[in-house]
């Protein structure tokens, strides 16, 4: 196993860096694109909106920092070109390399949407000394607009973005490692119960997060949150089977709540809306209504329905899936992380293949 230094005098396992001569593959769909009838250009478009929204979701799910991570870096590349910022980070001291494996830190949170890895479970941490990278936040155009707000994020997540504690060196629950999909006092007895709460009352947990509070009195309380838009615990128009409330289960009180992640939500249901007004078909357009209840309300069973249309969407030029999918990363593996993906039939490929 190779080491690594990262400043003066800290030594690093490699596993929890990422080399500078890591690939990067760009996606390029533009002739595909180019060939899309304009109605199918804007659903795509509208789709893909909806999944970068959603997308933003995994930052939340993953740790308490990435997203004052994903913040911090998104405002250091949007107030200047990549060679001025360079240029100051050559004035603070980095050497290219360094600056280098900054740029691969940062491609690596896009691509992991947070700072541990989406295989593998384990946290990579930026491949620099930890004052570098402060001097340069400190000398960025993005700290002189803004000084209060960049100080802020990097209080919120400069150092957990460099800690390597033993808890924090891979995904996993209580002091086995760190997650978002519960609060940091939960442990496997808490994930075990809940799940039997659960069950019990015939609840998915695909699109929830679980916090627990204890009272001065010993009292504890778990929140179960939904994902959805709205934030009101009362039935939704149309709504059936809503279950938010507060219960009483095994000497402990569950409240189940909603509203978790509401404004992405909002942001994805508003996109799926504008991408319903050019669906190919009529099936396409309810499994789009069923998603953006499911998404409204935190309901899974409407997300189920979506996807039975989903199904019957046989052959489309534009191909999509979008929700709470894959339980990978959820310490306890219930809780899914979200997803979503567009693509599309390149016309011209096809006609040769046909």
Not at 22 to 45: M, N, P, R, T, V
Not at 326 to 348: L, M, Q, T
């Given at each position: 196993?190779?080491?690594?230094?990262?400043?003066?005098?800290?030594?690093?396992?490699?596993?929890?860096?990422?080399?500078?001569?890591?690939?990067?593959?760009?996606?390029?769909?533009?002739?595909?694109?180019?060939?899309?009838?304009?109605?199918?250009?804007?659903?795509?478009?509208?789709?893909?909106?909806?999944?970068?929204?959603?997308?933003?979701?995994?930052?939340?799910?993953?740790?308490?920092?990435?997203?004052?991570?994903?913040?911090?870096?998104?405002?250091?590349?949007?107030?200047?070109?990549?060679?001025?910022?360079?240029?100051?980070?050559?004035?603070?001291?980095?050497?290219?390399?360094?600056?280098?494996?900054?740029?691969?830190?940062?491609?690596?949170?896009?691509?992991?949407?947070?700072?541990?890895?989406?295989?593998?479970?384990?946290?990579?941490?930026?491949?620099?000394?930890?004052?570098?990278?402060?001097?340069?936040?400190?000398?960025?155009?993005?700290?002189?607009?803004?000084?209060?707000?960049?100080?802020?994020?990097?209080?919120?997540?400069?150092?957990?973005?460099?800690?390597?504690?033993?808890?924090?060196?891979?995904?996993?629950?209580?002091?086995?490692?760190?997650?978002a999909y519960f609060s940091g006092n939960c442990d496997l007895k808490d994930a075990e119960l809940a799940q039997k709460f659960l069950d019990f009352k015939g609840i998915s947990a695909y699109n929830t997060r679980l916090f627990k509070?204890?009272?001065?009195?010993?009292?504890?309380?778990?929140?179960?949150?939904?994902?959805?838009?709205?934030?009101?615990?009362?039935?939704?128009?149309?709504?059936?089977?809503?279950?938010?409330?507060?219960?009483?289960?095994?000497?402990?009180?569950?409240?189940?709540?909603?509203?978790?992640?509401?404004?992405?939500?909002?942001?994805?249901?508003?996109?799926?809306?504008?991408?319903?007004?050019?669906?190919?078909?009529?099936?396409?357009?309810?499994?789009?209504?069923?998603?953006?209840?499911?998404?409204?309300?935190?309901?899974?069973?409407?997300?189920?329905?979506?996807?039975?249309?989903?199904?019957?969407?046989?052959?489309?030029?534009?191909?999509?899936?979008?929700?709470?999918?894959?339980?990978?990363?959820?310490?306890?593996?219930?809780?899914?992380?979200?997803?979503?993906?567009?693509?599309?039939?390149?016309?011209?490929?096809?006609?040769?293949?046909?």
């Amino acid at each position: 196993r190779r080491f690594d230094f990262v400043g003066r005098d800290k030594m690093v396992d490699s596993q929890y860096l990422l080399p500078n001569d890591i690939g990067i593959s760009l996606l390029d769909c533009k002739d595909a694109f180019q060939l899309l009838s304009k109605e199918e250009k804007l659903y795509a478009h509208y789709i893909s909106r909806a999944s970068w929204y959603g997308g933003l979701v995994v930052l939340l799910q993953t740790s308490p920092e990435s997203p004052a991570i994903y913040v911090l870096l998104q405002k250091l590349f949007r107030a200047q070109p990549l060679p001025q910022l360079q240029e100051r980070a050559t004035a603070v001291g980095m050497t290219c390399e360094e600056y280098q494996a900054f740029l691969v830190y940062a491609a690596g949170v896009y691509s992991n949407m947070g700072n541990y890895k989406s295989f593998g479970d384990t946290k990579f941490v930026p491949n620099l000394p930890q004052e570098k990278l402060k001097g340069l936040v400190w000398q960025s155009k993005a700290f002189e607009k803004n000084p209060d707000e960049m100080e802020r994020l990097w209080q919120v997540c400069g150092d957990l973005m460099f800690s390597l504690e033993d808890r924090q060196k891979q995904l996993g629950l209580g002091d086995k490692g760190i997650t978002a999909y519960f609060s940091g006092n939960c442990d496997l007895k808490d994930a075990e119960l809940a799940q039997k709460f659960l069950d019990f009352k015939g609840i998915s947990a695909y699109n929830t997060r679980l916090f627990k509070t204890v009272s001065d009195e010993g009292k504890t309380v778990y929140e179960v949150r939904l994902a959805s838009v709205i934030k009101d615990d009362s039935p939704f128009k149309g709504e059936s089977g809503n279950q938010c409330g507060v219960y009483e289960f095994e000497g402990v009180t569950f409240k189940v709540t909603r509203g978790d992640y509401s404004p992405l939500m909002k942001k994805v249901v508003e996109n799926l809306e504008k991408a319903k007004d050019h669906a190919s078909t009529p099936n396409v357009e309810k499994m789009l209504l069923h998603y953006n209840r499911s998404f409204t309300t935190g309901s899974i069973d409407a997300h189920k329905e979506g996807s039975t249309h989903w199904i019957r969407d046989e052959g489309p030029i534009v191909e999509s899936y979008i929700g709470f999918i894959e339980s990978y990363r959820d310490p306890y593996g219930s809780r899914g992380e979200f997803e979503g993906f567009v693509a599309v039939v390149n016309k011209d490929m096809s006609a040769k293949f046909t």
